[in-house]
């Protein structure tokens, strides 16, 4: 059972900042994009960022585009997520996961590993 374990999630004021960590075994991202989503109470699961395994490609959603910033250390088999200028409707479950090889980073139906997720909560 391979393990992608979130965490850095918690409680911030809107405007805050919170910077998400995704640790996973070394041999499952290998050369693999990983990619955030998250999901809210009562909607699906979206996409947030992906980035590919040497970093040189990174993508974000509209939503965070400017606001979030996606990066890993493949020494460290650990992908970052830190998010500036947090607003209530980022609240949500924020997921890390790794793509398939030749997968659609924007498709969460084209990654096969998943972590467990974190909370995050912005408050107004």
């Known amino acids: 059972q391979v393990q992608l374990v979130e965490s850095g999630g918690g409680l911030v004021q809107a405007g805050g900042s919170l910077k998400l960590s995704c640790a996973a075994p070394?041999?499952?991202?290998?050369?693999?994009?990983m990619g955030w989503f998250r999901q809210a109470p009562g909607k699906e699961r979206e996409f947030v960022s992906a980035?590919?395994?040497?970093?040189?490609?990174?993508y974000y959603a509209d939503s965070v585009k400017g606001r979030f910033t996606i990066s890993r250390d493949n020494a460290k088999s650990t992908v970052y997520l830190q998010m500036n200028s947090l607003k209530p409707e980022d609240t949500a479950v924020y997921y890390c996961?790794?793509?398939?090889?030749?997968?659609?980073?924007?498709?969460?139906?084209?990654?096969?590993?998943w972590g467990r997720g974190t909370q995050v909560t912005v408050s107004s």
């Open positions: 070394e041999r499952t991202v290998r050369s693999r994009t």
């Open positions: 996961a790794v793509l398939i090889v030749g997968g659609n980073y924007y498709y969460d139906h084209e990654y096969d590993y």
């Open positions: 980035i590919t395994w040497r970093g040189t490609y990174t």
